[in-house]
C-alpha cells in the first residue's frame, strides 16, 4: 500500500522575474509504514515540496501540473477546507526550528488541547492524551509541563514536544523538514531514535527531510536525492547509497565527511552553483557542474530504471 | 507574576519620586519670590516675609525639597490661592471626570483600532487594506481639538444626536456615559489611527512566524489562528504604546474638557494657569503625573499577565 504518491508535479512561483520553476516533473512514493528521507542542497525544493503537500504554499506558488495522492485523494486539486481537514488528523508535521514552532504566550496543555478541537472528548480526557504524549516523548514531569510555557524548556524538549503533537492524532504520515538540524549532535541522535520508535508504535509513514547523509542512511528505508527542482536520483537507501547512478549523488557520497566522521553535518559543497530557477537550462539539470557531462546530455534526460525500485534521471544510468 | 507586580511597582515609586524632584527644582528655578505673588502687590514686606516663613521659605534647599516631598506622598499638596482648599482635594474632585474620559478614549481606539489593524493585516493588499491605511493616516493628522469642535458641532450642534457640554447628571450613569461619548472620541480618535497600523504591522509579522506555519500544518481552523496564535501576540507593542500614549491623551483631555465644558483636570489646569494660581497648578502636574505613571504600570502589567516571557524576564 502506498500513502503517498507524488506523480510528475511541477511548482512554479510567479517572481518579479518572471515565473520560478522550483519543482519540475517530481515523482515519488512513500510506501505504507516507510520512512522516506529526502537529501538535496538548500534552494533545491525540499520546503516547496513540503508546503505543496500540505496546501500551504505560498500566495505567488501554485501547482501548474501533476498529482499528488494521499491515501486515494488528489491533495493538488482538492479545495483548502478539505486539505486543512487533512492537516493534523492524517497529515502531520514538524519543522526545523525548535525555538520558533510552539507560540510562546498559550500554554502547551493549552496548544496540545487546541491540536485535538476536533474531537469531542471531555477537556480532562484531551489532557490527558496530552500527557500520555508528553510521557511517550520523555518529557519528564508531564502533567507539570502542560502548564508551562514554550520558553521554559530546552531546544531538545520543545523539539520533542512538537513531534509529541505531530503525532498526537495518530497521522498516516509524518512530515520532519530537518527537524534535528537545529540540534547539537547528541540531541541529534536521541530525536532520531525517538522518532524512529515513535514511528513503530503507531505505524505511520514518515518524509524525512535531512542534509545529514549519515542521519539518511541510519534512519530511511527509501532516499530521495533532488537537485535544483528535480528528483535526480530515488530508491532503496542500500541501492542508491550502494550504487550511487547519477553522478550528483555520487558527488555527494565521495565527498562527504559524514560517512566518515560525525562532524560536518552540512552537505558537501560541489564547485558551481545550483542554476537560476527561472531560466532553467536546457538539457540535464546538473550537466553545468557535471564531471561526466556527455553530448546526449544537451536533452533532457529520462527517468531510467537502474534496477527495479532503482531510478535515476541521467543518460548514464541506461548504460548500467 | 506577584514579583514582577512588585518589581514594576517599586520602579514606579522611583519614577514619580524623579519627578517630584524636577518639579520641585521648575517651582525653584523660575523667577520671583512666590510670597510675593501669593499676596498681590498691596502686601507689605513684613506680610510676605511671614507668609515665607509659613510656607517654609527661609529654610535652606534640601530642607524644602525633603518637606515637599514627605507632604506630596502624605498627599499634602498645599493650599490653592483662591479659596484655600487643599490642592489634593480640588484636584481629586476632578479626577474622576478627566479618568472616564481617558478611558473612554483608550476604549474608542482599542474598540475601533485592534479590529481595524486586524482585518487590514488578514486582507492585505485588498481595498479595505488600502482604506484602512488612508483613513489611520488621516485620523492620525488631524489634531483632537479639531475633532473635538468638529464633534460638537455636527453631532451635537447640527444632528443633535449627542449633548454639546458638560459631563451628565451626577448620580446617573447612563447620561454621563451619554455625555462621554464625543469627548472620548476626540481623546481616542487620532489613536485609532495608530493602534490600526502598529497592529497591522504587527499582525503581518507574526502570521509570518513559524509557530503560524506550525499550527496551520496542524490543521487548526484560520479564525482560531487569527484571533487566538496571532492576535494575542500582536497587540503586545500595542499595549505598551497605548501606556506611552496616556501622555498625549491627557494633554488631548484639556482640549475636550475646554470645548465641551466638561469639569476635569485639564480644565482645572487651564483656569489656574489663566488666574496664575500656582499650587493649583504644581499639584495638577504632580497628581497628573502620578496617574500617568499608573496607567503605564497597568499597561505594563497587562503586557505581563499576556506574555509568559515578559513575565518570567522578572
Ligand atoms: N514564495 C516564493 N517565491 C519565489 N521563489 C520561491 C518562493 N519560495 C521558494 N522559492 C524558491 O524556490 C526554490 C526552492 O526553495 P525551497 O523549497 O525553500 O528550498 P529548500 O527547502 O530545499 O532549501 C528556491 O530557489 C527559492 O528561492
Ligand atoms: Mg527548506
Redesign the interface.
Known amino acids: 500500500m502506498t500513502v503517498l504518491a507524488i506523480e510528475n508535479l511541477n511548482v512554479v512561483f510567479a517572481t518579479e522575474g518572471g515565473d520560478l520553476h522550483a519543482l519540475r516533473d517530481v515523482s515519488f512514493k512513500v510506501p505504507e509504514q516507510r520512512i522516506v528521507g529526502i537529501v538535496g542542497e538548500s534552494g533545491c525544493g525540499k520546503s516547496t515540496l513540503i508546503n505543496a503537500i500540505?496546501g500551504?504554499l505560498a500566495e505567488n506558488g501554485r501547482i501548474a501540473s501533476g498529482s499528488i495522492s494521499f491515501e486515494g485523494e488528489d491533495l493538488a486539486h482538492l479545495d483548502d477546507k478539505a486539505i486543512?481537514?487533512?492537516?493534523?488528523?492524517r497529515l502531520?508535521?514538524v519543522?526545523q526550528?525548535p525555538m520558533?514552532?510552539?507560540?510562546?504566550?498559550?500554554?502547551v496543555g493549552r496548544q496540545m488541547r487546541?491540536?485535538q478541537?476536533r474531537s469531542d472528548l471531555a477537556r480532562a480526557e484531551k489532557d490527558a492524551r496530552s500527557i500520555d504524549m508528553l510521557r511517550q516523548v520523555r518529557i519528564p514531569d508531564a502533567a507539570q509541563a502542560l502548564k508551562r510555557?514554550p520558553?521554559?524548556f530546552s531546544g531538545g524538549m520543545k523539539q520533542r514536544i512538537?513531534i509529541a503533537?505531530?503525532l498526537m492524532m495518530e497521522p498516516a504520515l509524518l512530515i520532519a523538514d530537518e527537524p534535528t538540524t537545529a540540534l547539537d549532535a547528541t540531541l541529534e541522535v536521541t530525536t532520531i531514535e525517538l522518532l524512529k520508535d515513535l514511528q513503530a508504535e503507531i505505524g505511520c509513514s514518515v518524509l524525512f527531510i535531512s542534509h545529514h547523509l549519515g542521519v539518511i542512511a541510519e534512519l530511511c528505508d527509501d532516499v530521495v536525492v533532488m537537485y535544483a527542482g528535480e528528483v535526480v536520483e530515488r530508491g532503496s537507501t542500500r541501492q542508491v547509497f550502494g550504487n550511487p547512478s547519477h553522478p550528483y549523488t555520487a558527488r555527494l557520497l565521495d565527498c562527504d565527511p559524514a560517512r566518515q566522521s560525525e562532524r560536518t553535518r552540512q552537505l558537501p559543497t560541489i564547485p558551481g552553483e545550483l542554476p537560476d530557477l527561472r531560466r532553467r537550462p536546457e538539457g540535464c539539470i546538473f550537466a553545468a557542474r557535471c564531471d561526466r557531462r556527455m553530448d546526449v546530455c544537451a536533452a533532457i534526460p529520462p527517468d531510467i530504471e537502474v534496477v527495479p525500485g532503482h531510478v535515476a534521471r541521467c543518460f548514464l544510468a541506461e548504460s548500467q | 507574576m506577584l514579583s514582577y507586580s512588585i518589581k514594576r511597582l517599586g520602579l514606579a515609586v522611583v519614577i514619580v519620586s524623579v519627578a517630584m524632584l524636577m518639579l520641585f527644582s521648575m517651582i525653584y528655578l523660575i523667577p520671583g519670590d512666590p510670597a510675593a505673588v501669593a499676596l498681590g502687590p498691596r502686601a507689605t514686606e513684613a506680610m510676605r516675609e511671614a507668609l515665607r516663613v509659613k510656607m517654609g521659605l527661609d529654610q535652606p534647599i534640601w530642607v524644602q525639597f525633603w518637606n515637599f516631598f514627605i507632604n506630596a506622598w502624605q498627599g499634602d499638596l498645599g493650599n490653592e490661592v483662591l479659596s484655600d482648599r487643599p490642592v489634593a482635594t480640588v484636584v481629586l474632585e476632578q479626577l474622576p471626570y478627566t479618568i472616564a474620559l481617558i478611558l473612554g478614549g483608550i476604549s474608542w481606539s482599542v474598540a475601533l483600532g485592534i479590529p481595524l489593524g486586524c482585518w487590514a493585516a488578514v486582507k492585505r493588499g485588498s481595498w479595505a487594506d488600502r482604506l484602512v491605511g488612508v483613513l489611520s493616516v488621516a485620523v492620525i493628522a488631524v489634531p483632537s481639538f479639531v475633532v473635538a469642535i468638529y464633534a460638537l458641532l455636527v453631532f451635537a450642534v447640527t444632528l443633535q444626536w449627542l449633548p454639546a457640554i458638560g459631563a451628565g447628571e451626577p448620580g446617573d450613569l447612563g447620561d454621563q456615559l451619554v455625555h462621554l461619548l464625543l469627548p472620548s472620541l476626540a481623546v481616542g480618535l487620532g489613536w485609532v489611527g495608530y493602534i490600526a497600523r502598529m497592529v497591522r504591522a504587527s499582525m503581518l509579522e507574526v502570521l509570518e512566524?513559524?509557530?503560524i506555519?506550525?499550527?496551520?500544518?496542524?490543521?487548526?481552523?484560520d479564525r482560531?489562528i487569527t484571533y487566538?496564535?496571532a492576535l494575542?501576540?500582536a497587540i503586545l507593542p500595542t499595549v505598551t504604546l497605548l501606556g506611552v500614549g496616556i501622555g498625549q491623551m491627557l494633554s488631548s483631555a484639556v482640549f475636550a474638557e475646554i470645548v465641551f465644558a466638561r469639569p476635569g483636570v485639564g480644565k482645572l489646569v487651564y483656569d489656574a494657569i489663566l488666574t496664575r494660581n500656582y499650587p493649583l497648578v504644581t499639584g495638577t502636574v504632580l497628581v497628573t503625573t502620578v496617574i500617568f505613571v499608573l496607567l503605564n504600570l497597568v499597561a505594563d502589567l497587562i503586557v505581563g499577565a499576556?506574555?509568559?516571557?515578559v513575565r518570567?524576564r522578572f
Open positions: 500540505l500551504l486543512q481537514d487533512l492537516r493534523g488528523p502531520s508535521t519543522f526550528d520558533g514552532a510552539l507560540n510562546p504566550v498559550i500554554s487546541n491540536i478541537y510555557y520558553h521554559e512538537a503533537m505531530a | 512566524a513559524q509557530h506555519r506550525t499550527a496551520r500544518a496542524f490543521g487548526l481552523p482560531m487566538r496564535y494575542t501576540i499576556l506574555d509568559p516571557r518570567s
